[in-house]
C-alpha cells in the first residue's frame, strides 16, 4: 500500500508563503500524476493543484490559480507545492494523492482513493 508523507506546512500570516512537499519510501511517483489536496473542517477534501508524470502539465483551482505553484524532482521523488499570497481561506490540512483525475480546474482523487497520508497542517492568521 502506497504511503505518501507530506511535510512543510506551519503557521504564516496572510500574505506569506509556505512550500509543501511530498514523496514517498519504498514508491516511485515518477511514474505518476501528483495531486495536492485541501480538507478544511467541516468539508471534504479540495482539489487544489495537480502535475502529470512528466511535470510538464499541471492544474489548478480557481481559489489558488496565480498564487500556488505545482512542481516535481522525479530524480529526488518530490512533488512540491510553493504556495504565495496565503490568505486564512488557504487554512487546512494538506494532502497528496497518487494519479488523481485532473480537467482543467477541477482536480479530484480517484474513485474510492483510500492512501491518504497524515497531511499538513497549514494554518494561515494573524
Known amino acids: 500500500q502506497v504511503q505518501l508523507v507530506e511535510s512543510g506546512g506551519g503557521l504564516v500570516q496572510p500574505g506569506g508563503s509556505l512550500r509543501l512537499s511530498c514523496t514517498a519510501s519504498?514508491?516511485?511517483?515518477?511514474?505518476?500524476?501528483i495531486g495536492w489536496f485541501r480538507r478544511t473542517p467541516g468539508y471534504e477534501r479540495d482539489g487544489v493543484s495537480c502535475?502529470?508524470?512528466?511535470?510538464?502539465?499541471?492544474y489548478y483551482a480557481d481559489s489558488v490559480k496565480g498564487r500556488f505553484t505545482i512542481s516535481r524532482d522525479n530524480a529526488k521523488n518530490m512533488v512540491y507545492l510553493e504556495m504565495s499570497g496565503l490568505q486564512p481561506e488557504d487554512t487546512g490540512v494538506y494532502y497528496c494523492?497518487?494519479?488523481?483525475?485532473?480537467?482543467?480546474?477541477?482536480?479530484?482523487?480517484?474513485?474510492?482513493?483510500?492512501?491518504w497520508g497524515q497531511g499538513t497542517q497549514v494554518t494561515v492568521s494573524s
Open positions: 494523492a497518487t494519479d488523481p483525475v485532473c480537467m482543467g480546474s477541477i482536480i479530484t482523487p480517484q474513485p474510492g482513493y483510500r492512501n
Open positions: 519504498d514508491y516511485t511517483l515518477a511514474n505518476h500524476a
Open positions: 502535475i502529470n508524470d512528466r511535470g510538464r502539465r499541471t
